[in-house]
């Protein structure tokens, strides 16, 4: 039986093997799998998916948002927001209260609790912002936000036509 050796591949050799389209494509679902495993590790509480929805509620400071909101800022179903403000409610970091204009609506309020575990992990978030960016400069960064911003316009367009 003959045994082939198989070298990974690093991030910096991707482009010199494949077009840049395809490269980039891979890169970002690699990254987004490592960002994600990395922000399930650094909470003690809650997983990187409920820490992007905490996140996500600071984007609406006049009027509490409704599920539908949130699955529109996050890029997700409403059913996949539902399934974090389950588990958010659970642990008491948002609660969910009826529209007074619109029964059909639940708002979600951050509670006590939230601002306490915010104050807990700010230093440390602070410090890890710092080290993800650490050599990229805001205009690079500004560069890389408009980049992937086309991109999911240009999806966006693509859930149109169907």
């Keep these: 039986m003959q045994y082939i050796a198989y070298m990974s591949i690093t991030t910096d050799q991707i482009l010199e093997v494949m077009p840049p389209q395809n490269g980039l494509f891979g890169l970002l679902f690699a990254f987004m799998n490592r960002l994600q495993a990395a922000g399930d590790a650094f909470y003690d509480e809650i997983t990187c998916k409920q820490f992007f929805l905490l996140a996500c509620m ?13 699955a529109e800022t996050m890029g997700c179903s409403r059913q996949n927001v539902k399934e974090i403000l389950n588990g958010l409610c659970k642990k008491e970091l948002v609660t969910l209260v009826q529209d007074e204009n619109d029964r059909r609506k639940q708002r979600i309020y951050l509670t006590e609790k939230r601002k306490k575990l915010a104050e807990k992990y700010q230093q440390k978030e602070m410090e890890f912002m710092k080290l993800l960016y650490d050599g990229i400069s805001d205009d690079e960064i500004r560069c890389v936000y408009k980049i992937i911003s086309r991109m999911e316009k240009n999806l966006l367009k693509q859930e149109l036509k169907k």
Excluded: K, R, V
């Design 58 to 70: 600071n984007l609406y400071p006049d009027e509490a948002p409704t599920a539908n909101e949130l």
